[in-house]
């Protein structure tokens, strides 16, 4: 299996969804042969039903088009790279108000066609088991098939594959600085966390609001492999409002213990504390520690905007829980893609830890881009991360994260600007129109 997989000239890209055919794009746009690996319609995964490629399996929006969202933004930037993805959303799209959506059939068989009507690409309908030798971009996404991801996990050794329970993530900008205030976890350590101090009444308030709040359904596949294999996730991080459940004093001596804090505000120790931790080496966004959760988003902004400190947060990723296979990125690779310790190993898409259709494509350009330019010795290059895909880049490759969690695009990941700007409609355009202009520089010069 292995052997017939090595070529001298050739790049392998294993798995032909938005990323896979984006890397591939790229590089047959560079002049390079690529041999591209889909395992359907052989073989299906439990997510998948239609044989086309780049198959949009939950919604078929890629989300806001104005270039003053952050999903607009990395579209535009995807554009101006040459996206395969924007060219055929533009010519499959569906009325969805501001929000780019798109006939995923017609959006899928455009794509299709293209890859196919490629000369310098070789689809080879194939499940691939094993990590092959030679130049190679894995882009298998979150269900990537068991014996591949044995394959991968023994290449990788730091690896991910579980059933994620994740945290949500907040903006430091949008917190109330007058009720939180920085300190230790537990009092080791340096000041690192930022605590939501909470007194009785606000606790009992909270607790009620959690325990009643709306959980989201789960996707029939994870459905089955919770059925199969029990409620497993990372690290025994359990839902956290599966841990109230189980008692009103639970979560105080958990998650929210207050153990050798000081409110300042009161000079005691707070009934109970809800910590948040530097998502980022920047310190712009932060998680809430413990707060894995499967609720709706609509009852997590509801319910965890009762935390004093996050009354009026701004929630750039909410939490969720589902079957989810990515590698250890900040551990493993660079912010190309590429594996710190293997030049000729690279990974586009969600297997990598971006989250979203569009993320993920994002994702595969830069990966099929920057492989291409290495295969003709040309000089590497660095996306500014004022950019959106040069900011996810930064994310995914930072080794700084110890608790690295699947992010997609948004604000609070890009850089402050260098004025303040109160205003957020303008902020975030000011924010677009900083990035857009850095990525029209660096295209002039290659």
Not at 19 to 43: F, N, R, S, V
Not at 154 to 177: M, N, Q
Not at 338 to 352: E, S, V, Y
Request: proline share 4%.
């Amino acid at each position: 299996m292995k052997s017939s997989l090595v070529t001298a000239m050739k790049v392998n890209v294993i798995g032909a969804g938005l990323a896979g055919c984006e890397a591939a794009w790229q590089l047959a746009k560079a002049g390079i042969e690529t041999d591209l690996y889909e395992m359907k319609p052989k073989k299906y995964s439990p997510a998948h039903k239609y044989q086309g490629f780049a198959e949009l399996v939950c919604s078929n929006s890629l989300k806001a088009d104005r270039i003053d969202s952050a999903a607009g933004m990395l579209k535009q930037e995807m554009r101006m790279l040459g996206s395969l993805t924007m060219e055929c959303a533009e010519l499959s799209k569906v009325s969805a108000g501001g929000a780019l959506a798109v006939d995923r059939k017609k959006f899928s068989d455009l794509v299709t066609e293209k890859i196919r009507s490629c000369e310098l690409i070789n689809v080879v309908e194939q499940e691939v088991e094993e990590v092959p030798d030679g130049y190679t971009i894995i882009a298998t996404g979150p269900l990537t098939s068991e014996s591949l991801a044995e394959s991968i996990k023994a290449v990788c050794g730091e690896y991910l594959y579980f059933h994620d329970a994740a945290a949500p993530i907040v903006t430091y900008e949008s917190l109330d600085k007058e009720k939180v205030f920085f300190a230790s976890r537990y009092g080791k350590g340096e000041a690192d966390y930022i605590n939501c101090p909470m007194n009785k009444e606000e606790y009992e308030c909270f607790y009620d609001a959690l325990v009643n709040a709306e959980s989201a359904p789960l996707h029939e596949f994870d459905k089955e492999h919770f059925k199969k294999d029990g409620f497993k996730v990372y690290e025994g991080c359990m839902p956290i409002e599966v841990l109230a459940k189980r008692g009103a004093d639970t979560m105080r001596f958990g998650p929210l213990k207050p153990v050798g804090l000081v409110d300042p505000r009161t000079d005691r120790r707070p009934y109970a504390v809800v910590q948040l931790r530097a998502e980022n080496s920047g310190g712009t966004m932060y998680n809430l520690v413990g707060f894995q959760t499967n609720l709706k988003f609509g009852e997590q902004k509801r319910v965890f905007s009762l935390i004093p400190g996050l009354e009026n947060a701004d929630f750039v990723r909410y939490g969720v829980m589902h079957r989810n296979t990515f590698i250890n990125s900040p551990k493993l690779l660079d912010e190309r893609f590429c594996m710190r310790n293997n030049d000729k190993l690279w990974f586009a898409g969600q297997i990598t830890g971006v989250e979203g259709y569009i993320e993920s494509a994002a994702s595969g350009i830069f990966a099929g881009l920057s492989l291409a330019r290495k295969l003709q010795g040309k000089q590497e290059i660095a996306l500014p991360v004022t950019t959106m895909l040069g900011s996810l880049c930064a994310y995914v490759s930072d080794e700084t994260v110890e608790k690295f969690q699947p992010m997609g695009c948004n604000m609070g990941i890009l850089p402050e600007l260098s004025e303040r700007i109160r205003d957020k409609k303008l902020k975030y355009m000011t924010l677009a129109q900083r990035g857009l202009s850095d990525l029209e520089e660096l295209i002039k010069t290659l």
